[in-house]
């Protein structure tokens, strides 16, 4: 590397480190690195002439440098700042003529004119091609916003890379062509990608708005949820009690049966006649109350389409279509799912019918329970009075 080449190399990075906007956190330093990079990597291909290598570096390390004065025109701006470095220095007028017109090539939608342009242009964008592309376009929109030049989103952003890519960038060297071109390719393929998933995304997430628009509301669908679990819990609870006093009285009964009432043939037990019959009698009533409990109903099974139609039948209780053919269930169910009211009428309609069912067997088991508890009662009183009458019937013999 010639000694104005290290020159520029330590005048560059000392003015970018210091003297730039920290903001510009893509036109930076580390650019103007990767750029320099960039352009010996073309030029060990390309196997220029000593001076010509020595232009195209310089130029490198200077294309930038005019945004410590701002960004607008700041190709024109990097000129100047390269121009007095190098007369400084007593650079040739020639030189640095070259210099200027290939640092003023970096400007935006420039053509370049012969292999220097070419070169200074494939380097700049190399960044295209490199796995590092993600990180640096990133950096790159950040800057443009927190500069308050353009503020993007990331889907126009991304169509504007995509939009680069495609019809404004090309690589102009042989080397570029070769051996950055598919990479850049494949970046670009990644951003289509990217869209292409977005978009199905987005889509994904209308359907989702417009299915929760369309389906019933969260706030009633968990109303009716929990309401018929309520519902169903509570009958649990009642077909349990009712099974409880069937278990307790059927052992009763079959105590009586098996001790008491055979002693009865005796006259000497003839006291405990009425006690034991009091006793069966109310436990044989407990058991029917407790039966009835839990004893369904018996329905028709079978509606009419006029039902349907008019909205008049629960198609969501068995006991109104177990008679029902499949294709005739099947129709009235397409029938209900097509109205949001309809589905809330018969969700109502199977609360209610519930509820009464509900209703029924606690107003039953409360009637079991009570003259459960008032038949042990009486026995035990019963059973008490004989044995006193009889002891004072032993004592007056």
């Known amino acids: 590397m010639s ?14 480190e210091n003297q730039l906007n920290k ?13 320099v990079k960039s352009t010996k990597e073309l030029l060990a291909f390309h196997k220029l002439p000593e001076l010509e290598n020595e232009l ?19 190709e024109a701006k990097s000129c100047i700042i390269a121009s007095d470095f190098l ?18 090539a970096t400007k935006r939608h420039h053509e370049p004119i012969g292999l220097h342009e070419e070169i200074i242009r494939d380097a700049d964008a190399s960044h295209f091609a490199q796995k590092s ?3 640096t376009t990133d950096y790159l929109k950040e800057e443009l916003e927190l500069l308050g030049i353009k503020k993007y989103s990331q889907k126009e952003w991304r169509d504007a890379n995509i939009k680069m890519f ?10 570029a062509q070769e051996n950055w071109e598919e990479a850049k390719q494949k970046n670009l393929k990644q951003l289509i990608k990217d869209k292409k998933t977005e978009k199905e995304i987005a889509k994904k997430e209308s359907l989702k708005a417009k299915y929760k628009s369309e389906s019933p509301d969260r706030g009633i669908q968990t109303l009716f949820r929990v309401t018929l679990k309520n519902h169903l819990t509570l009958s649990d609870i009642a077909d349990t009690k009712a099974n409880i006093l069937l278990s307790v009285n ?24 009425y006690p034991t019959l009091i006793f069966i009698v109310f436990s044989v009533i407990s058991m029917i109350l407790a039966v009835l409990a839990t004893r369904p109903n018996v329905t028709s099974g079978k509606f009419t389409k006029e039902d349907v139609v008019q909205k008049k039948v629960n198609l969501l209780f068995f006991g109104n279509f177990h008679k029902m053919s499949l294709p005739e269930y ?9 109205d949001n009211k309809f589905i809330y009428s018969s969700l109502t309609k199977d609360l209610y019918f519930l509820g009464l069912v509900l209703n029924r067997k606690y107003k039953i088991l409360r009637i079991t329970y009570t003259i459960f508890i008032i038949g042990i009662v009486v026995s035990v009183l019963a059973f008490g009075i004989s044995f006193h009458f009889e002891e004072m019937s032993k004592l007056n013999r």
């Open 23 to 35: 903001n510009y956190l893509y036109h930076n330093l580390k650019h103007t690195q990767r750029v």
């Open 56 to 74: 195209l570096l310089i130029a490198a390390w200077f294309h930038d440098t005019g945004y410590t004065k701002g960004a607008d025109d700041h």
């Open 133 to 135: 592309y993600w990180e």
């Open 166 to 175: 495609r019809t404004e960038h090309k690589y102009y060297t042989e080397y």
């Open 250 to 273: 059927a052992i009763i009964i079959s105590v009586a049966l098996s001790n008491l009432i055979p002693k009865l043939d005796n006259p000497s037990n003839s006291y405990l006649i």
């Open 330 to 338: 099947e129709w009235a169910i397409q029938e209900l799912v097509k």
């Open 3 to 16: 000694e104005i080449v290290q020159k520029a190399e330590y005048f560059v990075t000392h003015l970018l």
């Open 87 to 104: 007369k400084e220095e007593n650079y040739s007028e020639e030189g640095i003529s070259e210099i200027n017109k290939i640092i003023l």
